[in-house]
């Protein structure tokens, strides 16, 4: 399987402050790879560094071609969508006019119309809430809106930080369903970061684990799912 994004020596920096120290990852296209490590490790820094939203150093290509440096919207552009911590969402626009924010890169209308019912088809409970405001939503349906608005971009990668976060564990479910079912059907490649390390094993094919911005480990999900000593040391069940 080709690699799809492949970040080399990272190192990443707010002002004079580093946060992440040479790490390298990749994401196999068609793949999903979760980032694993305890809050403040570095995994929303190193989502963000990849958008180009923080200074970095090191060597970053998508498909094969550099983008360090790059505007986010130029990365973007590229086929790179990424659903923040917090969801993200215009609160005072309304569901729909949330995902035609997220194909605001593209002009095909025609298109677009057709990726806003392909979302709906996903998210049901979305089209029933077209024309709500979106921050009168409920956390899960905010989620699947941020979710949702990522998908009007026609990614080829989805950087996911934290989806399940203060979700019920019924709508975690919905959602990680949905992700799943992205992946296989549409061959959305997903690099996830996830507090939730037994959820996203179980999703994800390749793992890696940081800590202080460090990498610790690395290798096939399940093998970090079944080994005991890194479960215990640094994923907490």
Aim: charged share 25%; hydrophobic share 40%.
């Amino acid at each position: 399987m080709s690699k799809l994004l492949d970040a080399r020596a990272l190192c990443a920096y707010y002002g004079p402050t580093q946060v992440l120290f040479g790490l390298s990852l990749d994401v196999n296209d068609g793949g999903i790879t979760t980032l694993l490590g305890a809050n403040g490790a570095g995994k929303t820094t190193t989502l963000r560094s990849l958008s180009g939203m923080c200074h970095t150093t090191g060597d970053i290509r998508f498909d094969g071609k550099a983008i360090n440096g790059r505007a986010t919207e130029d990365i973007v552009r590229l086929g790179i969508a990424h659903v923040p911590q917090g969801r993200g969402t215009f609160s005072r626009q309304t569901v729909e006019e949330n995902l035609e924010i997220g194909a605001m890169t593209r002009s095909d209308r025609k298109a677009i119309a057709a990726d806003v019912e392909r979302v709906y088809a996903y998210f049901p409970r979305l089209k029933e809430r077209h024309r709500q405001q979106a921050g009168t939503l409920s956390g899960g349906e905010q989620q699947m809106l941020a979710v949702g608005r990522a998908m009007m971009l026609r990614p080829r990668l989805m950087l996911l930080d934290e989806p399940s976060f203060g979700l019920a564990p019924i709508i975690v479910e919905e959602l990680f369903g949905i992700l799943r079912t992205l992946n296989k059907t549409e061959k959305v490649s997903m690099l996830l970061v996830e507090q939730n390390a037994a959820l996203a094993l179980d999703l994800a094919d390749h793992a890696y684990l940081i800590e202080t911005g460090r990498l610790v480990t690395e290798g096939p999900a399940q093998q970090l799912r079944d080994d005991e000593n890194i479960r215990r040391a640094y994923l907490g069940y």
